[in-house]
């Protein structure tokens, strides 16, 4: 079966362990999900319906290949990693199971335009009586040699709204009956945000 599912952020509770402590989890609604296509190495997989007045007749068309009479709302791959899977199957959260390790994808909140300190953390400038440079950046690149300011050089500019892994993350609980995944601790995105959770192969870069 595929390694992953896509699906949608609900927010964030706790869960209690057997012994008490508080756990704090992320709700996520994923899948299911129907086998769209089914490559040497990857399957496409489609989660929720597109209007129709809104879905074009290639994505109509790709989705009646698979046996759905809708076009699926968003199409992702995920790799097979050797498993066998069916065209126009369904993927649910069984896939997953208590203590897996998994990776969430998703588009992180947009802050709009943001200077260094909010961007990237900076100092900052002394905050002393007369100082006018609290929150600028200070020198961006010398004058002489280069001469120009560096590819990458962090800067004020648009802040978040990109495409963000969080990896590492434990699946806590598996409601099957409700399509529901309970990840320990926060992934990217807002509330109702569309996810991929996909399993983690190996440890993560927090082991």
């Not at 997989?45 to 007749?57: D, I, Q």
Request: aromatic share 4%.
């Amino acid at each position: 079966m595929a390694s992953g599912l896509i699906g949608r952020k609900l927010g964030m509770t706790r869960v209690f362990a057997e012994d008490g402590t508080a756990v704090p989890v992320t709700v996520i609604e994923a899948g299911p999900c129907h086998v769209l296509q089914v490559r040497e190495a990857a399957a496409q997989l489609g989660w929720g319906r597109k209007t129709p007045a809104r879905a074009t007749r290639a994505e109509v068309g790709h989705a009646r290949a698979a046996g759905l009479d809708f076009a699926p709302q968003v199409v992702r791959s995920f790799p097979l990693n050797g498993a066998d899977v069916t065209l126009g199957a369904t993927v649910t959260v069984e896939i997953f199971a208590a203590g897996d390790l998994v990776k969430v994808t998703g588009t992180t909140k947009g802050r709009g335009f943001q200077g260094v300190v909010h961007r990237y953390g900076f100092h900052g400038g002394p905050a002393t009586h007369g100082n006018t440079r609290h929150r600028k950046p200070g020198s961006i690149s010398p004058g002489t040699d280069p001469s120009r300011v560096i590819k990458g050089k962090k800067m004020p500019g648009h802040m978040g709204a990109e495409r963000h892994t969080e990896l590492g993350l434990t699946v806590v609980k598996v409601d099957a009956a409700r399509n529901l995944l309970f990840v320990r601790g926060a992934i990217p995105g807002s509330r109702n945000g569309i996810v991929t959770v996909a399993k983690q192969g190996g440890k993560s870069r927090h082991d």
